[in-house]
């Protein structure tokens, strides 16, 4: 299976920049796509981005422009950079993997890390 490890959240004040970042560890052939996705609350979780193996990212409206999401393949590891940050942004953040241990993907999510910008 495959373990996921964030780390890199907290409290921000407006304007500012986060970075977090998600290694991803386990028996799996290889991975597919990784992501972070958010959850507010009252809110239903949403795709922030994500990479895919082969370097083709997505982005939210919302947040175009301002994060960046990049992997070391090497490492296993998506790291994503917040920067001008908005108390909008608020809420936590989910990586998530799309990764083969078997014939077919699988999905695979980390227990979650808050971020707060607020000042």
């Known amino acids: 299976q495959v373990q996921l490890v964030e780390s890199g959240g907290g409290l921000v004040q407006p304007g500012g920049s986060l970075r977090l970042s998600c290694a991803a560890s386990?028996?799996?052939?290889?991975?597919?796509?990784m992501g972070w996705y958010r959850q507010a609350p009252g809110k239903q979780r949403e795709l922030v981005a994500s990479?895919?193996?082969?370097?083709?990212?997505t982005y939210a409206d919302s947040v175009k422009g301002r994060f960046t999401i990049s992997g070391e393949d090497a490492k296993n590891t998506v790291i994503l950079q917040m920067n001008s940050l908005k108390p909008e942004d608020t809420a936590v953040y989910y990586c998530?993997?799309?990764?083969?241990?078997?014939?077919?993907?699988?999905?695979?999510w980390g227990k979650g890390i808050l971020v707060t910008v607020s000042s």
């Open positions: 998530n993997v799309v990764a083969f241990v078997d014939v077919t993907p699988s999905n695979y």
């Open positions: 386990g028996s799996f052939f290889s991975i597919e796509r």
């Open positions: 990479i895919t193996s082969g370097g083709s990212t």
